[in-house]
């Protein structure tokens, strides 16, 4: 199922599908290893849309709630 | 010969750095501790002289900000580049180092945090990598100091890698991560490990409700820890030892100068009956050595070991993540903590800790909050031993009313804004336990600097001050001020001369105030209006490097707005 990652639950795993944004607003998630086509974790719900977490491999990211509203995933089911 | 020491943010580049050279720059665990470059000459084996920089940490090598910019001009001018890479996150690691291949410079490549991947389940084979990629690989932990001796043999070694023979303009980011796919398939295994203790610490202090009552239990035992090691030593060592062992070789030196006179109005200052005030006699060997040494120093000791703390064990940028959403309301990102938080202990460090924020607009509000309403550790220190003499609830109202200030200032330049607020966006590191060496050593390093800082300036501002008051200069002064000082803000009108005296240092100002006899309202109110005017000068010559003079005038004008009506407003409602 596509989703959003702000959408997906805490300690659920995904696929990241598509990045909604301009060239820059990729090259910058891409330099934290943010790309289509990998696996991602998320890893705390967020709150007053504050930051999401997410784990890709061993690392831990926090990405602004709007910012992660624009990476869409692929849920395992 | 230039070497440089590249890699992504928080990978042990300064720890290195500090390893190699045998100097002390700051590290921390958290992205963009580094905010300048540091430089020096080693020698490596042979004798061999070279340039040692430590480049800020980068991403990428197409710059999307300053800071990248920056690296990308130094890298071009270094000879040899050794590319530090956080070994649990090779990978994301790889990235950049794919990018510094392209650039056709001698690379060594140094895995650190080596021990890191054995509790992480990670195997990693160096051999193969090293053949892979064609120059030397060698595997560190920089705390401990494992590999640093082995690091210092091979760089001359460092050859340049065929691996990429494209230039960096001409290859996309698919392309470098589908060889970094297949590097890793080669030379990396993972194996599947239960969650650490960290892990679920990690887990809690991001959740939403855990991590709220998280922060406050460590901002409270943090607090509760500066102040009880801060009394501590003040009350067990420092106090003693003026007491018991100056105060006596003071009385006698002040008969000797007949109790009386210019010399002992200078080197002791106003004897409160009869007796030595430290706080009060305002000599240069009395409250000149007393106040930085007995009142400030403890503090500093204590708020630098648990900022310390907190900055080696990675905590910071989780608490970045928790206060994100309020920091938006007031058009600042969570990572605007940090340089607040380093505020606390002075304002200089912290304003230059803005950088670290992506936008002039967030720089320039968290610069002006931070000179307006953060005071430094060693104003707080004062505000304790003054204020706190009349009952802990006074010191934390002036907390309370510097945080009303702090939050209203923020809401009205937030009002001004134009553009979006950047969203947050970091790398949360792992926790660590601090290595106590190390932070030891930066605790030495802080508490060696404020010493040699802010001693000259205390005693040269005392002597300055007790010249001043002799030629009646002062009297001119607070006649000039004493419309806004006496009727708007009820204080009396010498008061004025500590507050500008603020501008030397706001410990002296503080000592200052208490020569004027004042009411609990009047040394409440003032010690405020202290807080808020003028930062030191040493902080308004960072302010002003850092934002230029229009953006300084501006923060000053804010500064003594608010200074003012806050003043007047509570002198009203008081």
């Not at chain 2, 494992?146 to 460092?158: C, H, R, T, Y």
Request: aromatic share 12%.
């Amino acid at each position: 199922m596509l989703k959003k990652i702000t959408e997906l639950r805490s300690k659920e795993c995904a696929n990241i599908i598509n990045i909604e944004g301009s060239q820059n607003f990729k090259e910058k998630l891409n330099t934290l290893g943010i790309r289509e086509n990998i696996k991602i974790k998320k890893m705390s719900e967020s709150f007053l849309k504050g930051p999401v977490i997410i784990k890709i491999n061993l690392m831990e990211i926090a990405i602004g709630w709007r910012m992660a509203n624009r990476i869409l995933v692929q849920t395992d089911l | 010969m230039k070497v440089l020491l590249m890699g992504n943010p928080n990978v042990g580049k300064s720890v290195i750095f500090n390893r190699l050279s045998g100097l002390n720059v700051v590290s921390a665990n958290y992205a963009g501790t580094t905010i300048s470059f540091s430089k020096t000459f080693i020698s490596l084996a042979g004798n061999k002289k070279v340039e040692l920089i430590d480049v800020p940490g980068t991403y990428t090598l197409k710059p999307t900000n300053e800071a990248e910019k920056v690296a990308v001009k130094i890298l071009e001018e270094g000879d040899v580049i050794i590319n530090i890479i956080d070994a649990t996150n090779l990978e994301r690691n790889l990235f950049l180092t794919m990018q510094l291949i392209s650039f056709k410079k001698p690379l060594v490549i140094v895995l650190n945090m080596w021990d890191e991947t054995k509790h992480k389940g990670i195997e990693i084979n160096i051999k193969k990598l090293q053949q892979i990629l064609g120059v030397p690989v060698i595997s560190t932990c920089a705390l401990s100091g494992e590999g640093i001796k082995e690091l210092s043999l091979v760089i001359k070694n460092a050859s340049i890698s065929s691996y990429i023979n494209k230039s960096l303009k001409k290859i996309d980011n698919l392309l470098i991560w589908n060889k970094i796919g297949k590097i890793i398939f080669n030379t990396q295994k993972l194996y599947h490990r239960h969650h650490t203790l960290w892990q679920r610490i990690s887990d809690f202090s991001i959740h939403p409700i855990g991590g709220l009552f998280f922060a406050f239990f460590i901002l409270y035992s943090s607090f509760r820890t500066i102040r009880f090691i801060g009394e501590g030593l003040i009350g067990y060592v420092f106090d003693p030892f003026f007491q018991n062992i100056l105060t006596p070789i003071f009385m006698k030196l002040s008969v000797f100068f007949g109790s009386g006179g210019f010399l002992h109005q200078i080197l002791i200052g106003k004897l409160i009956d009869g007796e030595i005030d430290y706080f009060q006699s305002f000599g240069v060997l009395t409250s000149g050595f007393y106040v930085p040494i007995a009142a400030v120093l403890p503090y500093v000791i204590s708020f630098y070991f648990v900022l310390s703390v907190l900055e080696d064990s990675g905590y910071l940028p989780r608490l970045a993540v928790l206060v994100d959403s309020i920091f938006h309301k007031l058009g600042l990102h969570g990572y605007a903590i940090i340089p607040t938080l380093l505020g606390f202990g002075c304002n200089v460090p912290g304003i230059l800790a803005t950088r670290i924020l992506e936008d002039k607009r967030q720089r320039f509000v968290v610069s002006t909050l931070i000179s307006i309403a953060v005071p430094c550790v060693a104003l707080q220190a004062m505000i304790l031993n003054v204020l706190g003499k009349y009952g802990f609830k006074y010191v934390l109202s002036v907390y309370g009313v510097l945080l009303i200030v702090w939050i209203g200032i923020g809401l009205i330049l937030n009002k001004f804004r134009k553009g979006d607020t950047p969203e947050l966006f970091i790398e949360i590191p792992p926790y660590r336990l601090p290595s106590f060496k190390i932070l030891f050593k930066k605790l030495y390093f802080r508490v060696k600097g404020f010493l040699f800082e802010a001693l000259p300036i205390v005693l040269g501002g005392i002597l300055v001050v007790n010249l001043l008051y002799s030629l009646n200069i002062f009297q001119y002064i607070a006649d000039f001020t004493a419309p806004v000082i006496a009727s708007l803000m009820g204080l009396p009108k010498n008061a004025v001369i500590a507050i500008i005296m603020g501008f030397l240092r706001k410990d002296i100002a503080m000592g200052m105030l208490l020569t004027n006899p004042m009411t609990l309202k009047q040394l409440f109110i003032s010690t405020i209006v202290l807080s808020m005017t003028f930062p030191c000068i040493a902080t308004f010559a960072v302010l002003w490097k850092e934002l230029g003079w229009k953006k300084t005038i501006y923060s000053v004008l804010i500064m003594l707005l608010t200074a003012t009506f806050v003043g007047s407003i509570l002198h009203l409602i008081l």
